[in-house]
T-cell receptor, first 112, second 115 residues
Framework: GEDVEQSLFLSVREGDSSVINCTYT??????LYWYKQEPGAGLQLLTY?????DMKQDQRLTVLLNKKDKHLSLRIADTQTGDSAIYFC????????????FGKGTRLHILP | EPEVTQTPSHQVTQMGQEVILRCVPI?????FYWYRQILGQKVEFLVS????????KSEIFDDQFSVERPDGSNFTLKIRSTKLEDSAMYFC?????????????FGAGTRLSVL
């Protein structure tokens, strides 16, 4: 079946790195995403990675993909108070008419 | 930067009433979607729409739901007779083609409250 799992909460001190982990079940996943949702706001696409890639870096964000273990992670370097949000891991598959399957989201809490 | 626009931001309705949620996708996009997020739960796919017809729909998208692209810019989700359990945040998304083929851009959402 199609499922995406991630831990619900993460607390990190300001200035430290945050690592949010995710696992998925669909081995045919083609695209993997990280979306950010701030309180009362919509879903902001942070970054995505194709399934034939191992890593993608974009400024403070690093995405690592272990396709064998179906494990995706998002590392946020130098975490700031503005990073406080819910982070959704998600996946889609080209021949599944590209609907996106989301995890339940990880709430990132920044400690002063 | 182009964005997906949804109106209203918050809709309050009585159980059994019809509601129409409106979305203006990014102008050159061709694929449109509705998702919903019940409070505290994950975002769930409802329906995808392309070339003026539904491409795929989930089990949630029953006969009470319908979608329409009435003109060249709007994409609407109608719920004919709302139930309490329809209370949720509804997100519209759209995508184009080319290299960003599978990148869906989401609106800020409409919070539907059914009383």
């Amino acid at each position: 079946g199609e499922d995406v799992e991630q831990s619900l909460f993460l607390s990190v001190r300001e200035g430290d790195s945050s690592v949010i982990n995710c696992t998925y079940t669909d081995s045919s996943s083609t695209y993997l995403y990280w979306y950010k949702q701030e309180p009362g706001a919509g879903l902001q696409l942070l970054t995505y990675i194709f399934s034939n890639m191992d890593m993608k870096q974009d400024q403070r964000l690093t995405v690592l993909l272990n396709k064998k273990d179906k494990h995706l992670s998002l590392r946020i370097a130098d975490t700031q108070t503005g990073d406080s949000a819910i982070y959704f891991c998600a996946e889609s598959r080209r021949n599944r008419d590209d609907k996106i399957i989301f995890g339940k989201g990880t709430r990132l809490h920044i400690l002063p | 930067e182009p964005e997906v626009t949804q109106t209203p931001s918050h809709q309050v309705t009585q159980m059994g009433q019809e509601v129409i949620l409106r979305c203006v996708p990014i102008s050159n996009h061709l694929y449109f979607y509705w998702y919903r997020q019940i409070l505290g739960q994950k975002v769930e796919f409802l329906v995808s729409f392309y070339n003026n017809e539904i491409s795929e729909k989930s089990e949630i998208f029953d006969d009470q739901f319908s979608v329409e692209r009435p003109d060249g810019s709007n994409f609407t989700l109608k719920i004919r007779s709302t139930k309490l359990e329809d209370s949720a945040m509804y997100f519209c998304a759209s995508r184009g083609g080319g290299l960003a083929k599978n990148i869906q851009y989401f609106g800020a959402g409409t919070r539907l409250s059914v009383l």
